[in-house]
């Protein structure tokens, strides 16, 4: 009788350890249904992109047990200072905006990635050197770089090109010259569209980025950014008469002033399609792919619709391309948190969008066959290579009030197209940077 209460006793001993034990141990490791909890996420996705988005995170929350829980608003950036003001960040957030991402990381309010264990070499590993460094701040990185959008190219239709024996420009000189033949031969060499609501006027900035960036480099870039020189500087000057000289020259740009802040962005590159075109070039972000295709559906990508390189300017700049893209910042390390930047940032789940269509990848891991179209695969291949010089869209990295939807560089296009004194334009944004900011809403 005491053997089998000596036996008992220990046995009912050992439950109680192991049950302690597995207390101590916390959650389940990465992989087991249940391990982890909800995540956070604030971003500005709806409609076909969220349900891009929620496929990606779909075998995330399979693998882990986690759960998502998204808040998609294109006013992310109010959104995401009011709650950060008010002590209630996101576990992750994934703004498309360069500015509010280096001031919170400034601030003190990001967490490195670093603090999620192997987040940081992963990241070293797999994305060019070039966006390591813009999600670097003061010596720590920050943010990874998760959806992209190429701005360095120009929309044309190769039927119409061919039909008329022009050829593809390399240069802004050559670009030129294109578009007075066209003007010659009783065409329309440009679809410019700049209506987009609250964000209308930003196809007009994009196109001075680019001249920024392609004639006078990337250290000129980064002072304008950083407005260490002033946006009125000659330089800055300089890149808004090369957008004039193409959206103001009598005859370039279909309909005029009026149809160019009239017509909706995504709409812009369909004259280039009809018989006999209404216009031969369109200059907008590789996102326009799914424009033309939505509305074209017997069109093929990369034959009956293409995109060529933004011309060069200054030889030694040649190549270089400005872009957008959604930036991944974390506020705490908890192992949900962590788990789930992981995931996002890594190629497996990058692949799920890129199949789908209308996603271009930062990560080099992600095969470029994986990509549906051949433009789709140009586009990446140019972000991608180490030897592209990059740089992040000008207006997304300015202050609120400057750049960014209403702000005062979106306004002066708007205003400079209609026929304003450029001066005064300039002068006008310039003064827009020490302007005391908005009221931040209450989200």
């Not at 992989?31 to 929620?54: H, Q, R, Y």
């Not at 949900?336 to 209308?358: H, K, M, N, P």
């Amino acid at each position: 009788m005491k053997r089998l209460w000596f036996v008992l006793f220990f046995s009912i001993a050992a439950l109680v350890a192991l049950a302690a034990c597995e207390e101590d141990e916390g959650p389940s490791p990465t992989g087991t249904p249940g391990a982890l909890g909800a995540v956070d996420v604030l971003g500005i996705w709806g409609g076909d992109e969220l349900a891009s988005f929620e496929a990606l995170v779909a075998p995330w929350e399979a693998d882990t047990g986690g759960t998502l829980e998204f808040l998609g608003t294109r006013d992310i950036n109010a959104v995401l200072t009011a709650r950060v003001a008010g002590g209630n960040p996101p576990d992750v957030a994934i703004p498309a905006a360069f500015g509010i991402f280096r001031d919170l990381a400034q601030a003190g309010n990001l967490t490195p990635l670093s603090a999620c264990p192997g987040l940081e070499e992963q990241v070293r590993a797999n994305y060019p050197e070039a966006l390591v460094d813009l999600g670097t701040v003061d010596g720590t990185l920050y943010g990874g770089f998760m959806k992209a959008g190429n701005k360095a190219t120009v929309w044309y239709n190769p039927n119409a090109f061919a039909a008329n024996n022009y050829e593809i420009p390399t240069t802004y000189d050559e670009l030129i010259a294109l578009s007075d033949q066209i003007v010659t031969d009783g065409g329309t060499p440009w679809s410019i569209a700049e209506f987009a609501n609250g964000g209308s006027g930003f196809p007009g900035s994009d196109f001075i980025q680019q001249f920024v960036f392609l004639e006078f480099g990337p250290d000129v870039y980064d002072q304008w950014v950083n407005h260490e020189i002033p946006y009125n500087d000659p330089r800055i000057k300089a890149a808004w008469e090369k957008y004039g000289a193409i959206a103001l020259t009598p005859g370039y740009a279909l309909g005029g002033p009026d149809q160019i802040v009239a017509t909706t962005f995504s709409q812009g590159a369909f004259p280039l399609f009809a018989d006999p075109p209404g216009a031969y070039m369109h200059y907008l972000g590789s996102f326009n792919e799914r424009f033309i295709a939505v509305q074209f559906p017997n069109l093929v990508a990369g034959e009956d619709f293409s995109f060529f390189p933004f011309p060069a300017i200054t030889p030694d700049f040649a190549g270089g391309v400005t872009g957008d893209a959604n930036i991944v910042m974390i506020f705490n390390s908890e192992p949900t948190t962590c788990s789930f930047a992981e995931w996002i940032l890594g190629a497996e789940a990058q692949q799920i969008w890129v199949e789908r269509g209308g996603f271009t990848a930062l990560n080099t891991q992600v095969p470029l066959d994986a990509y549906p179209t051949a433009l789709a695969r140009q586009a990446a291949e140019e972000l991608t290579n180490p030897d592209t010089i990059f740089r992040f869209d000008a207006d997304d990295a300015m202050p609120a009030g400057v750049g960014g939807d209403n702000g005062a560089v979106f306004q002066g296009v708007l205003s400079y197209v209609r026929g304003g004194n450029l001066d005064d334009i300039l002068a006008g944004i310039e003064a827009a940077f020490t302007a005391p900011p908005s009221p931040t809403p209450t989200p």
